[in-house]
Nanobody, 124 residues
């Protein structure tokens, strides 16, 4: 099992930036990829971005392309989500997730471990 702890959420005005961090511990050697998801009140959990641990390939939902960047620091067992040009519709709880299998990275069902989430609120 992998334990994940997110940080970096907060309140920001539209157009501002935030950087989320997710530190992994435990059986980290078994991971194939990690991702960021978000869930707004009354909505389903939505894929935001993912990164493959081997090779570093990255993937994004269309609504954040060009604004968000996912990256990793293997030595620190940490992934980041740099969020720029934030919009009110980006408001949600953001979750970090880890998976062992290679598959469709945008589906939450393939992820084995989840963090507790961090709130991001963007005011207009």
């Amino acid at each position: 099992q992998v334990q994940l702890v997110e940080s970096g959420g907060g309140l920001v005005q539209a157009g501002g930036s935030l950087r989320l961090s997710c530190v992994a511990s435990g059986r980290t050697f078994s991971r194939s990829a990690m991702g960021w998801f978000r869930q707004a009140p009354g909505k389903e959990r939505e894929f935001v971005a993912a990164i493959r641990w081997s090779g570093g390939s990255t993937y994004y939902v269309d609504s954040v392309k060009g604004r968000f960047t996912i990256s990793s620091d293997n030595a620190k067992l940490t992934i980041y989500l740099q969020m720029n040009s934030l919009k009110p519709e980006d408001t949600a709880v953001y979750y970090c997730a880890s998976r062992r299998t290679i598959g469709v990275l945008s589906s939450p069902r393939g992820y084995d471990d989840w963090g507790q989430g961090t709130q991001v609120t963007v005011s207009s």
